[in-house]
């Protein structure tokens, strides 16, 4: 009775699994150390070609915000721009007085910028943004804001 068609269908336990199907179902093998070594391996590789995307990316779209902003007539003329609000700062100082500080912010988000993030996030999910780890993301937003900076600086 022990080689019954139910027996042979739900006894599992004694096969060894294989790696598909440890990839697959999750299954731990750390017995291996080959397997352990391609899983670092591949994930060196992976982390070089995200630092390579993130590195093209960010030159690129940087380029673009660079040469839009400088084919905008607007922002080089010494009018004041439109748009723009003035803010009143007060301020105490250790004398008990006061001072103000005025300070003129945009209304609305900069279409620029706006267009430069935009872009950004059709980067991402081209690239498949629903698998990429947290850190690349990071190191991705990091380098756009280093590269916004540089732009803002010159």
Known sequence: MSDSPEKKRFDFSKRKTSLPTAALFGVDDNSSPQLEELTNMIQDLSNRAYNLWISWVSDELSAILSRDLRQDDGLST?????????????????????????????????????????????????????????????????????????????
């Open 78 to 154: 010494t009018s004041p721009l439109r748009g723009w609000e003035d803010t009143v700062v007060k301020q105490e100082q250790s004398d008990e007085s006061q001072s103000e500080m005025k300070i003129s912010l945009p209304a609305i988000p900069s279409l620029y910028i706006t267009s430069f993030l935009f872009r950004a996030c059709e980067e991402i999910h081209r690239v498949g943004g629903h698998v990429l780890d947290k850190p690349i993301l990071q190191k991705f937003a990091l380098r756009l804001l280093e590269k916004v900076c540089n732009l803002l600086v010159y």
